[in-house]
């Protein structure tokens, strides 16, 4: 006797229809027949309701993708912006360790698990990192960034943006948008849509962080300064700004100046012509992570999920307390830069890898991360150190070009030349079979939420939930990430972390890891 799937019951068709990806599979299901389109939409209310369930217990579990079912990889990368469209992930700019920035479009297909490179068309952007990039009307709104210059010619300064483009997803076409008044140049700020409005808040403006409302009409592209509270947050850069409706937004953590992360709320109530700010009283902040600071956030239902490291096995000299002094010095210490000339000397003395992949190219590292760390010895340690082998060794660099030849002792001054050029040639092949690097031990993202659900009461406050279990599944310790919410499920993409490790024979160093790996968090599996 032979069974077909019609003659399952539904309970079981239910089940097997559970397993496909909620995307698109999932989605075209239901044109089978009216029994399958019911049975699936079952399951997609069941999946959205374990999934809040899931979030309010701080139930969570940590999947990575496979990177041997990716073709198509895209470059490894920090600082970028993403933003979700139906069954696609969509990433844009970001840099590398180099702070090489990037002008390149990705989309990473959810039902696949696979990147696809969009061959974008009209007026692209220019390279940058610390944008925003939010979705509005088939489009995709990206404005502000900056990008680290290049290192010749010398002397340059940090470049800000205000530029404004609009990606359209039909078309595929990228339209630059000029407008009669702009907002200053800024970076490391926050946005979000509200109707068709678009409001941005804080970041980096003319080398000052800034505490500054701007609002974006998206249907004439005008421009203009919001009036708000004398109340106000602390100027800030690197917050999470969370849409709770057309009227109100939520402000979360950032950093108001060198070691000085925030883990504070605000809420911002656009009722009236004058916005109001509001604190927002938060309890149990002993279940609160160690810092919110360049750790995008993301709401799920009346919950917002934080990744970040544990505040109870933060200790004062840990891995993400470094990360932070390395960011504000680099790429975020737009205030503190003392003198373009010195920082132009620093990347004159760093001779440093660059990735090819701006302008449309697609580019790749000359060295592999790990083959770059074999070959680098360090001269020195530092907090951003990326040095380079025998950099700081003038004397050997130059020997082979210190002398120029004249026409009576050319052959003389070639033999010199060929012979220090075979004596640095063995220093290299010496140094690398002497270096080791070892690992130590590093410390994972954990998963943080916060209970909103009484932001709009009296007392304006808002609740950490304790953590259950503290899992050490998830991905290495990192920051400036992208953090975007699928169907059912967390994306975590990308970002950057400091490595410490030991080489033989020298002082311990720190070096610094991008990633391109891709990690899904998702509530435990259930049977219907």
């Known amino acids: 006797m032979q069974c077909k799937i019609d003659d399952l019951p539904d309970e079981l068709l239910e089940y097997i229809l559970s397993l496909i990806p909620p995307y698109k599979d999932l989605q075209e299901?239901?044109?089978?027949?009216?029994?399958?389109?019911r049975a699936t939409k079952n399951v997609i209310d069941h999946s959205e309701a374990h999934f809040r369930k899931a979030v309010s217990c701080g139930a969570?579990?940590?999947?990575i993708c496979p990177k041997q079912n990716q073709i198509h990889m895209i470059s490894k990368r920090h600082s970028?912006?993403?933003?979700?469209?139906?069954?696609?992930m969509y990433?844009?700019?970001?840099?590398?360790d180099t702070l090489t920035a990037f002008n390149d479009l990705w989309r990473l297909d959810l039902d696949t698990r696979t990147w696809v490179r969009p061959i974008t068309m009209g007026s692209y952007p220019s390279p940058k990192a610390c944008a925003t990039m939010l979705y509005y009307n088939k489009n995709f709104i990206l404005f502000g960034g900056w990008s680290y210059p290049s290192r010749y010619p010398l002397h340059q300064e940090w470049k800000l943006f205000n530029e404004l483009h609009v990606y359209s997803i039909e078309t595929n076409k990228w339209s630059a948008i000029n407008t009669l008044e702009t907002p200053p140049a800024m970076s490391a700020h926050s946005a979000t849509i509200h109707g068709n409005n678009m409001v941005v808040f804080g970041g980096i403006h003319c080398g000052l962080r800034s505490n500054d409302l701007w609002c974006l009409n998206l249907d004439t592209y005008v421009w203009h300064k919001q009036p708000t509270t004398i109340i106000k947050p602390r100027p800030r850069h690197g917050q999470s700004q969370i849409y709770l409706g057309d009227k109100h937004f939520l402000v979360l953590g950032g950093c108001t100046g060198p070691n000085s992360a925030m883990n504070d709320a605000w809420l911002l109530t656009m009722t009236e012509p004058t916005w109001k700010w509001r604190k927002v009283t938060l309890y149990h902040q002993e279940w609160a992570p160690a810092r919110i600071w360049c750790h995008q956030a993301c709401k799920i239902g009346n919950y917002i999920v934080v990744l970040s490291n544990n505040k109870r096995r933060a200790k004062v000299n840990d891995m993400s307390i470094a990360m932070q002094n390395v960011a504000c010095q680099r790429?975020?210490?737009?205030?503190?830069?003392?003198?373009?000339?010195?920082?132009?000397?620093?990347?004159?003395?760093?001779?440093?890898?660059t990735d090819e992949n701006v302008n449309g190219r697609h580019g790749s590292f000359s060295r592999s991360s790990s083959q770059s760390r074999a070959s680098n010895t360090p001269s020195?340690?530092?907090?951003?150190?990326?040095?380079?082998?025998f950099c700081c060794d003038s004397a050997l660099s130059m020997a082979?070009?210190?002398?120029?030849?004249t026409n009576n002792s050319l052959s003389i001054n070639r033999q010199r030349q060929l012979e220090n050029l075979k004596k640095m040639e063995e220093k290299i092949r010496s140094r690398k079979l002497q270096t080791k690097i070892v690992k130590r031990t590093e410390t994972a993202l954990s998963i943080f939420i916060l209970d909103i659900s009484k932001v709009f009461g009296d007392k304006c406050s808002a609740t950490w939930i304790p953590l259950k279990e503290i899992d050490q599944s998830g991905p290495d310790e990192r920051i400036?990430?992208?953090l975007v919410m699928g169907k059912g499920e967390l994306i975590v993409f990308g970002g950057i972390r400091k490595e410490h490790a030991t080489i033989q024979s020298h002082a311990d160093i720190d070096n610094l890891e991008v990633y391109n790996d891709l990690h899904f968090i998702n509530p435990p599996k259930y049977v219907i």
């Open 29 to 37: 299901c239901r044109l089978v027949s009216k029994r399958w389109c």
């Open 60 to 63: 969570l579990v940590w999947n």
């Open 80 to 88: 970028h912006a993403a933003c979700i469209y139906e069954n696609s």
């Open 91 to 96: 990433v844009f700019g970001g840099c590398t």
């Open 331 to 353: 790429p975020w210490r737009f205030p503190d830069l003392s003198s373009p000339l010195q920082e132009s000397k620093q990347r004159h003395r760093t001779d440093v890898d």
């Open 380 to 389: 020195r340690r530092s907090n951003f150190s990326r040095i380079v082998p």
């Open 400 to 405: 082979a070009f210190r002398d120029k030849p």
């Open 480 to 482: 400036l990430y992208s």
